[in-house]
């Protein structure tokens, strides 16, 4: 059974940066398609950016294009989001998701989920 586990979270000052990892264990995710998503308080949950672990294919949201970066240590199985010029509404839950049936923003495909880890933007 595949199990995703996000860190990297925190508090951080807008125009700062962040990093989170997603950690894989249970499989390999060399097959699958990572995703980023994240929900704030009240609002629904939004796909950020995947990336596909075998071509290296990413995507991103036009909210983030420009200041996120996902990319992937096949060998640590772990997938990463490098986030920055962090601005105010970027505040909520980050998610990491894998799927293997295809890549997208929207969480349907996504079978696996970690349990989330906060981000916080705030002066």
């Known amino acids: 059974q595949l199990q995703l586990v996000e860190s990297g979270g925190g508090l951080v000052q807008p125009g700062g940066s962040l990093r989170l990892s997603c950690a894989a264990s249970g499989s390999t995710i060399n097959y699958y398609t990572i995703g980023w998503f994240r929900q704030a308080p009240g609002k629904e949950r939004e796909g950020v950016s995947y990336i596909n672990m075998n071509s290296g294919i990413r995507n991103y949201a036009d909210s983030v294009k420009g200041r996120f970066t996902v990319s992937r240590d096949n060998a640590k199985n772990t997938v990463y989001l490098q986030m920055n010029s962090l601005k105010p509404e970027d505040t909520a839950v980050y998610y990491c998701?894998?799927?293997?049936?295809?890549?997208?923003?929207?969480?349907?495909?996504?079978?696996?989920w970690g349990q989330g880890t906060q981000v916080t933007v705030s002066s």
């Open positions: 998701a894998a799927s293997v049936q295809g890549m997208s923003l929207v969480d349907s495909p996504y079978r696996y």
